[in-house]
């Protein structure tokens, strides 16, 4: 990125002029793209002083030209050396560095980093540069769940940011110890400071550089932590921020990403698919991969599997690891082995503990899918450990959810039924229709287990209209399914174990092989498939199977 060439005098000198006096006017008014386009024909007319070349920087990154902001940061850098400004030079380091960390090129966004340290420790005294150069040492720490490190480095980083009254400095290293808390589990003071952050934010205290960061950051540590309520009022506020700025690029993307999965959880599906578009549609292949993820997870919700594996494939294109989802189309297409094989390589892989509470319920599924009984309640176990180090509401409802389908496949229908109507009245509390619907769908199950077969009529129907009004046409084609078998298993008194072992009768399968796929012992499932052949008042396992085929009980 070299800064040396002359660049050859273009137009008149009042022209040039007019060009940089736009820019600059162009810049107050945050009006991106008209100051890049004029404070470069200003450039290309005669090289721009360094402090407009660092405008030129901001407006290039702002609309998403990410090569020429580095470009025009390179030249401020070089610019500032020469005029022996080094903490001015070590600064544009930091963020040529920065860029390139985000962008995954740790080697060189290393190399940047040191440059800026080497130039400092030139000036041989304090400043704020010192601070920032602290930033990425946190975010080291945070990536490997050294949370304890982090927070420290983060509290230096903020006093050096308030004995300089550097805005940008003090805002971003407290939301970064609000996320080590977070990730320590002390989940209510962490974002207590990630509030203490968005007040600066919200108030226009920022530069648009980092104030969009922040807003991404702070958004996403909410969601990580199942803080609905707070993403939701960030995600407005940061809509808000981008509407005012109509050619804003770089955080429009990520915003809408935001967006599309607040408005999913909040059960207006239609709105997040609209997002979700427009998201992926993001001009100058500025579309966050994590858009792709999205429309994926909408698309198999909706039962729209093709479109669903299209937009997995484009995420993982880009980088972005696309499970649980992936892998619960499969389970949804039928291929249980392939999908407990990936969240197993998935689970194994991640560490962090709050990534993994995204990762469990899936595992958790789609282990009882294929009959992992035993893998499904270790899984179970852990989320319930993990709930408990970190107080969240939302997290014990997902534990609870995660506990009471298991008990329930293991045929403890009470317990099951209280521990999922405490995960339905968490779900119903958060305003998260979908998870709600699925709960009361289980707890519809238990219902007919322990014999109350209105209640299961009444919950089953309860959960099938949710899944009508949200267009989840496959979890509508189960509970219409578990409905139809509901009643004709009702009017023989099956209860749901027996009626799974029927299945499995009906499909050919011997008591050994049921026992080995139920984790039973092949006593247990002995006496289930006598009791159903009682109940069902037929002579043979041969007459069971046939009635139930007849009576649409598989």
Same mark, same amino acid.
């Given at each position: ?48 002083? !360094? ?11 702002? &609309? ?16 500032? &050396? ?34 800026? #340290? ?41 006093? !050096? ?11 971003c290293a407290r939301h970064l110890e609000g996320r080590a808390l977070m990730q320590q589990g #002390? ?12 007040v600066a934010v919200i108030a226009g205290e920022l530069s648009p550089r980092m104030t969009g960061? &922040? ?16 993403? %939701? ?6 809509? #808000?921020?981008?509407?005012? #700025?109509?050619?804003?690029? @770089? ?31 993001? /001009? ?17 919700? %909706? ?12 995420? @993982? ?19 249980? /082995? ?25 595992? /958790? ?77 289980? !707890?519809?199950?238990?219902? %007919? ?38 009643? @004709? ?31 039973? @012992? ?33």
């Amino acid at each position: 990125m070299s800064s040396s060439n002359q660049r050859p005098l273009r137009g008149s000198a009042s022209e040039r002029l007019d060009h940089l006096k736009r820019g600059r006017e162009h810049y107050e008014r945050r009006a991106w793209a008209d100051a890049y386009n004029s404070l470069e024909r200003a450039d290309l007319a005669v090289r721009l002083g !360094v402090q407009d070349l660092e405008l030129l920087a901001m407006s290039a990154y702002l &609309i998403g030209r990410e090569d020429d902001y580095m470009r025009a940061l390179d030249r401020a850098h070089h610019a500032y &050396i020469d005029a022996d400004e080094c903490m001015r030079g070590a600064r544009c380091a930091f963020w040529i560095g920065l860029c390139l960390l985000f962008r995954g090129e740790t080697g060189p966004a290393t190399g940047w980093f040191g440059r800026a #340290q080497r130039l400092l420790e030139r000036e041989g005294h304090d400043c704020v540069e010192q601070g920032y150069l602290l930033l990425p040492l946190v975010e080291q720490h945070l990536s490997a769940s050294a949370s304890q490190e982090a927070y420290t480095i983060a509290t230096r980083a903020a006093e !050096v940011g308030e004995r300089f009254g550097e805005s940008d400095l003090i805002a971003c290293a407290r939301h970064l110890e609000g996320r080590a808390l977070m990730q320590q589990g #002390q989940v209510e003071r962490g974002l207590a400071l990630l509030d203490e952050a968005m007040v600066a934010v919200i108030a226009g205290e920022l530069s648009p550089r980092m104030t969009g960061l &922040i807003y991404c950051s702070v958004i996403d540590s909410c969601l990580q932590v199942y803080a609905f309520a707070r993403a %939701r009022e960030w995600t407005s506020a940061l809509a #808000q921020w981008c509407a005012e #700025q109509p050619q804003l690029v @770089s955080f429009t993307g990520a915003c809408l990403v935001h967006r599309a999965e607040v408005m999913r959880l909040h059960g207006a599906w239609a709105d997040a698919i609209e997002e979700g578009r427009r998201a992926c549609a993001e /001009v100058m292949q500025q579309a966050p991969p994590a858009a792709f993820y999205q429309q994926g997870e909408m698309h198999r919700l %909706r039962g729209e599997f093709k479109a669903a594996e299209g937009a997995y494939r484009e995420a @993982s294109r880009r980088g972005f690891e696309p499970q649980p989802g992936l892998a619960l189309l499969r389970m949804a297409q039928g291929h249980g /082995v392939d999908a407990a094989a990936t969240i197993r390589r998935v689970a194994t892989g991640t560490r962090d503990k709050l990534q993994r509470t995204r990762l469990l319920p899936a595992y /958790v599924e789609i282990m009882l899918g294929v009959g992992d009984t035993q893998n499904a309640r270790a899984a179970c176990r852990e989320l319930d450990n993990i709930a408990d180090a970190h107080d969240i509401r939302v997290l014990r409802a997902i534990a609870a959810h995660s506990r009471g389908s298991v008990e329930l496949a293991e045929g403890d229908a009470g317990t099951a039924f209280n521990s999922l109507r405490y995960a339905f009245e968490i779900w119903q509390q958060v305003e998260a229709p979908y998870q709600a619907a699925r709960a009361r769908e289980l !707890v519809g199950l238990a219902c %007919r287990a322990l014999g109350d077969n209105e209640g299961a009529r009444l919950e089953l129907e309860a959960a099938r209209i949710v899944f009508k009004q949200l267009s989840a046409m496959p979890d509508l084609a189960r509970v219409g399914s578990l409905a139809m078998s509901t009643s @004709s298993a009702q009017l023989h008194g099956l209860t749901s174990r027996e009626l799974q072992v029927l299945r499995m009768v009906a499909a050919g399968k011997t008591n050994k092989a049921i026992a080995a796929e139920l984790f039973l @012992s092949q006593r247990t499932v002995d006496r289930h498939v006598s009791n159903l052949i009682r109940k069902l008042d037929v002579t043979s396992r041969t007459a069971a199977a046939a009635y139930a085929h007849k009576q649409n009980l598989v």
